[in-house]
């Protein structure tokens, strides 16, 4: 029973390491980076968070991938962006991000299909953003919803005609 509680004990300590690693820069495993370019392709993500992407038909260069895109989404809730991902991943740990994709996001953002993902796949996109690193720019700021945003965005619902 010792030995039992004592491999347990070892065995808590071995993944709270790698986690831990995972946090401080360690280069995450291939298979991770793969699984989280599928998830980012399968997911949708890039048809807002890459410039282009979805009026090509996923015909875009893999290295503007979720760099985010400067057209405003506007609504009753303010004007929001598709951030640019990769920045936003170079600027959390792995526990940051997490507790990110847990929390309610401003629409169009699906946010409630991202806190629905497993832990692994979560984890497999932060991962594959980590390690496919920072490009491009920061995209726009939210604007609340009693300011006027600048061109270009999308008006939800349509104004009347």
């Not at 004990?9 to 820069?25: F, L, N, P």
Request: glycine residues 8%; positive net charge.
């Amino acid at each position: 029973m010792k030995r039992l509680a004592a491999l347990l004990i070892a065995a808590a300590c071995a993944c709270a390491g790698t986690a831990a690693a995972q946090d401080k820069g360690a280069k995450p495993s291939a298979a991770d980076v793969k699984r989280g370019r599928y998830l980012v392709q399968i997911t949708g993500c890039n048809d807002c968070h890459t410039p282009g992407y979805a009026e090509s038909a996923g015909k875009v260069d893999e290295k503007v991938w979720l760099t985010g895109s400067p057209l405003g989404w506007r609504g009753p809730w303010g004007t929001t962006y598709a951030a640019n991902l990769r920045l936003v991943a170079q600027s959390m740990t792995e526990v940051q991000w997490m507790k990110r994709v847990r929390s309610e996001l401003r629409p169009p953002m699906p946010w409630f299909n991202v806190r629905d993902m497993s832990d692994g796949d979560a984890r497999a996109i932060y991962r594959y953003l980590r390690a496919v690193g920072p490009a491009g720019t920061p995209m726009p700021d939210y604007v609340p919803p009693d300011k006027e945003p600048k061109p270009p965005f999308v008006q939800f619902p349509a104004p009347p005609k």
